[in-house]
């Protein structure tokens, strides 16, 4: 717990000069947007993926935002970092990562779903080919390559061996080392690490090609499905432009809902068509993979087991004090059509 602390306000002092920097950029995007023009959205984007905002740009949902990319995205925590200094107007994490951070007092609020598990689209945890990992307690002293410490991933292999009766001293005996999945399964493959979290396209890229070996999923952790991250603003955004949080959430529901109903080879050419114009040398083919993202309400809309189905684990971690905390004001659905 201490540890997110500092790390949070490590990056906060680390970030304030950037902050200021950027307050008259801010000002004359908040007087565009008042006028009716487009308020550009600094943001993060994920290598080798393209993001349900992305496409609901690309597809023209949007009326009076753009996105304005700063940089590649490396996880939750990350990301709320960035959003809390100012450095992004949104991000996306991991809702557990959010209700860490809300409950050590950063203004954050999610508005959408932003990606999910079930039982066809999942976090899967993989292994080297005939892996000698065969049950949960062959975790103990083996390398698990997540995207980045203290969020999902880390998140559902604890829960996956406290489930399977592991003690916390058993657990912390796993060797978590922060590697992109872009380089995970080759890491696996080589033996660098004994297991790869892999999702998205990765996942499925993994699953095709049959060089390593499907161990656990994260929804054998937690029962059935469920929204695992959302897109969040900051508190002061939403209330100083709650027409661009409006905007963009009805656009990224809208693109949700399309990239689920619409045939798959056409959603996959599109997003090959939005990486290919983006131009930031990435792996174009992997996308041939996708499968989808997961979210499951209609448009995004979150539920509140979104965000309870983290508490207990949470506080049994230590990263919150109270099992209990009120989960419901740190979430919003009023800017969702749905």
């Keep these: 717990m201490n540890k997110w602390a500092a790390l949070l306000s490590t990056a906060a002092l680390a970030l304030t000069l950037a902050a200021c920097g950027d307050k008259e950029k801010t000002a004359d995007n908040a007087s565009n947007a008042s006028s009716g023009e487009t308020y550009a959205l600094k943001y993060q984007g994920e290598t ?4 349900p905002a992305e496409v609901a740009e690309d597809l023209g949902y949007f009326k009076n935002v753009s996105l304005d990319y700063q940089g590649a995205y490396t996880g939750g925590p990350e990301s709320i970092q960035f959003v809390a200094t100012k450095q992004l107007d949104y991000g996306m994490a991991f809702n557990g990562a959010i209700i860490k951070s809300i409950d050590k007092g950063v203004k954050i609020k999610s508005v959408i779903s932003s990606y ?5 689209i999942f976090l899967g945890f993989f292994g080297q080919k005939g892996s000698k990992i065969k049950e949960p307690k062959d975790l103990i002293g083996k390398k698990v390559a997540l995207n980045i ?7 559902a292999v604890k829960q996956y061996l406290y489930n399977a009766g592991l003690t916390d001293k058993q657990i912390e005996q796993v060797q978590f080392v922060v590697l992109p999945q872009v380089n995970s399964e080759q890491a696996v493959i080589n033996g660098q690490v004994d297991v790869a979290a892999l ?9 095709e090609s049959k060089k390593v070996d499907l161990l656990f999923k994260d929804v054998d952790a937690f029962d059935g499905q469920y929204n695992a991250g959302s897109y969040f603003f900051r508190d002061e955004f ?3 432009n709650p027409e661009v949080v409006k905007d963009f959430t009805q656009g990224v529901s809208k693109a949700i809902d399309w990239m689920k109903e619409t045939d798959r080879d056409e959603v996959v050419a599109r997003l090959e068509d ?3 114009k983006r131009d930031r040398d990435e792996p174009i083919e992997n996308l041939q993979y996708w499968q989808g993202t997961g979210i499951n ?4 809309v979150i539920q509140e087991s979104d965000f309870n189905q983290w508490r207990p684990l949470l506080k049994r971690l230590g990263d919150i004090q109270d099992e209990n905390v009120d ?3 740190m979430y919003t659905n009023e800017f969702n059509p749905y």
């Design 149 to 155: 410490r203290g969020a999902h991933y880390e998140m």
């Design 327 to 329: 989960t419901s004001t």
């Design 48 to 51: 080798g993926i393209v993001t």
């Design 274 to 276: 939005i990486m290919e």
């Design 297 to 300: 309400t209609k448009g995004g």
């Design 199 to 207: 999702n998205g396209i990765f996942r499925d890229k993994a699953l």
């Design 238 to 240: 939403i209330k100083e």
């Design 116 to 120: 999910g598990s079930n039982k066809e």
